[in-house]
C-alpha cells in the first residue's frame, strides 16, 4: 500500500516552499498517520529529514511506507528522548538542510523550543494546545498550517464540516486535506 495525499480531492505533492508546516490535531483526530505520510512524500521525493517522535509505532508506520523507498538521506533518532534529539540537532552539520520532524511537540520539554527555533525546514506535529511552549510555537511564522481539530486562539477558523480524518490546510493552497491508501500500481 502507498499513502497519498489529497487536497481537495486532487493529488498533492507537498514541496520544501511549503516549510515550515504546523500540524495540529487532538488524539485520534488522524493528523499522526498525516504527518508520518508527509514526511514519507518528502523522503521519497529527496528531502533530506531527521525524524523525531517519542513512539516507536510512529517509526514503524514511516518504515512501512517507505518499505520501496531510499532511507539514506534519513537520520531517526534512535529514542524518543529529548536529550537524543539535541544531541542529534547539534551534531549534525547538514541540519539546515534537513526537513526536522518533530512529531508530538506536546509531549516534549520546553527547552526544545529554543533548539528548533532558528530550524526553517520544521514539521511541527501534535496536540498545540496542550504544548507547556504552545505560545512560543505559535511565534514561528508557519508557511503551512494543517488543523484535523480546532486549535484555541488561532486566526484559522476550522470548518465544522470535516470527517473524521480529514484537516483543514491554509498556506499557498487552502482546503481539505487528506490521505488515502493506494494499491501499488494503482
Not at 8 to 14: G, V
Not at 100 to 113: G, M, T, Y
Request: with cysteine; net charge negative.
Amino acid at each position: 500500500m502507498v499513502t497519498r495525499i489529497f487536497l481537495n480531492n486532487q493529488e498533492f505533492t507537498f514541496t520544501e516552499k511549503d516549510l515550515p508546516i504546523l500540524i495540529h490535531g487532538i488524539d485520534k483526530a488522524g493528523s499522526s498517520l498525516f504527518t508520518i505520510s508527509l514526511i514519507a512524500q518528502f523522503a521519497r521525493n529527496g528531502s533530506k529529514i531527521l525524524f523525531f517522535s517519542r513512539y516507536d509505532m510512529a517509526k514503524e508506520e514511516f518504515r512501512e511506507q517507505m518499505r520501496d523507498g531510499d532511507l539514506g538521506n534519513v537520520i531517526s533518532v534512535k529514542t524518543g528522548e529529548e536529550e537524543d534529539l539535541l544531541t542529534t540537532l547539534k551534531q549534525t552539520p547538514d541540519i539546515q538542510e534537513r526537513v526536522i520532524l518533530l512529531k508530538n511537540i506536546d509531549a516534549l520539554r520546553p527547552d526544545i523550543f529554543p533548539a528548533i527555533k532558528a530550524c526553517h525546514k520544521l514539521v511541527i506535529s501534535g496536540d498545540i494546545d496542550r504544548c507547556s511552549f504552545g505560545d512560543e510555537l505559535r511565534t514561528i511564522p508557519f508557511k503551512t498550517i494543517i488543523q484535523f481539530s480546532p486549535l484555541r486562539d488561532s486566526d484559522k477558523k476550522h470548518p465544522e464540516t470535516l470527517q473524521k480524518y480529514e484537516g483543514y490546510m491554509w498556506g499557498d493552497k487552502e482546503g481539505i486535506i487528506k490521505i488515502e491508501s493506494i494499491e501499488e500500481g494503482s
